[in-house]
């Protein structure tokens, strides 16, 4: 009898002991992103597995990552991953119209780690970069290589609404307090894709038969320019910017372009540091409420630093 009552007492602290464990095992990191349907996008995804597998999360038990085409397509994400009783969720919003989607996620005691884009509501963590740097940076570089004199183009792109306008205000406030004396030209394309870069930069050199360098705003419209800039064998043209970070535009920067090409970065492989911040706060670590990644200039002396063959942007 004593054996008996001896082996159940174990057998309950070895249950209790077990069911503690299984309680305070964390769930999974949720990854929510929109899909790709451009390269930065793309590169996102690729990014955010790279870091997953760096920290040695499995697919299921340590991390699931989603993607969708629209806000609505999110929004059931985002209920499915707070069903998976997720520890942490890392995402990055269509728009603000997800808002009331991710609001449910702090009411369900989750964290939230916003990526790129805020919603409205409270949030753990918020990492992006800087699309004002951006421009302020690119300003820096194009004045100081022009001596602060020249004629500049400077693109705009409403049809990505923040992201230009915040860029193209931090160039022009730093060349109007810095460069006063640099001529700025507005130009408008349509998007960010390369093809939208050569129909702007064509109609461009139409236009203004004098041009000192070309403000662009992302990467991909950059080789677009380049390439009508080339098509009409202009000389007058001596620099191109970027945004983002793009492998393609890095590896024209080690052509003989006869052009002093750059960007300043806005990565797609920050979304590491949001599933960093998402891992940290699963073992209990501080995590910042806010933190802003600040552009890099990449140029003909340090791209190769850059290069990944594996990236899909």
Same mark, same amino acid.
């Given at each position: 009898m004593k054996k008996v009552t001896f082996l159940m007492i174990i057998a309950l602290l070895f249950a209790l002991t077990f069911t503690g464990f299984a309680a305070t095992t964390p769930g999974p990191i949720g990854i929510v992103i929109p899909s790709a349907d451009h390269g930065w996008l793309a590169a996102v995804s690729y990014f955010a597995k @790279? +870091?997953? /597998? @760096? %920290?040695? $999360?499995? @697919?299921?038990?340590?991390?699931? %990552?989603?993607?969708? #085409?629209?806000?609505? *397509? @999110? #929004?059931n994400q985002i209920e499915e991953m707070i069903a998976l009783k997720c520890s942490v969720i890392v995402l $990055?919003?269509?728009?603000? *119209?997800?808002?009331?989607a991710? /609001?449910?996620?702090?009411?369900?005691?989750?964290?939230l780690v916003l990526f790129d884009r805020k919603v409205s509501g409270d949030y753990t963590a918020y990492i992006a970069g800087n699309n004002a740097g951006l421009g302020v940076a690119s300003a820096e570089y194009i004045g100081k290589k022009l001596g602060g004199k020249g004629t500049v183009a400077v693109m705009n792109t409403p049809s990505v609404g923040s992201v230009s306008t915040e860029r193209v205000q931090g160039f022009k406030q730093t060349v109007a307090q810095k460069y006063p004396a640099l001529k700025l030209i507005d130009v408008t394309s349509n998007g960010f894709s390369m093809e939208d870069g050569l129909k702007m930069a064509t109609d461009m050199l139409v236009a203004y038969p004098k041009l000192d360098a070309v403000f662009s705003i992302d990467d991909e419209p950059s080789v677009g320019i380049l390439q009508a800039i +080339? /098509? #009409?064998?202009?000389?007058d043209i001596k620099i191109i910017s970027g945004g983002g970070g793009t492998q393609t535009y890095f590896k024209t920067m080690g052509g003989n372009t006869g052009l002093d090409l750059f960007t300043a970065t806005y990565s797609p492989s920050m979304i590491k540091n949001a599933v960093q911040a998402a891992y940290d706060l699963i073992h209990g670590k501080a995590v910042p409420k806010n933190t802003i990644i600040e552009p890099t200039i990449v140029n003909k002396d340090n791209y190769t630093k850059f290069l990944d063959k594996g990236s899909p942007y």
């Open positions: @790279q +870091k997953v /597998d @760096q %920290l040695g $999360l499995k @697919q299921g038990n340590g991390y699931k %990552l989603v993607t969708s #085409a629209n806000v609505n *397509e @999110q #929004a $990055l919003p269509h728009n603000n *119209e997800v808002s009331v991710a /609001d449910k996620i702090i009411k369900n005691n989750i964290k +080339k /098509d #009409a064998n202009r000389k």
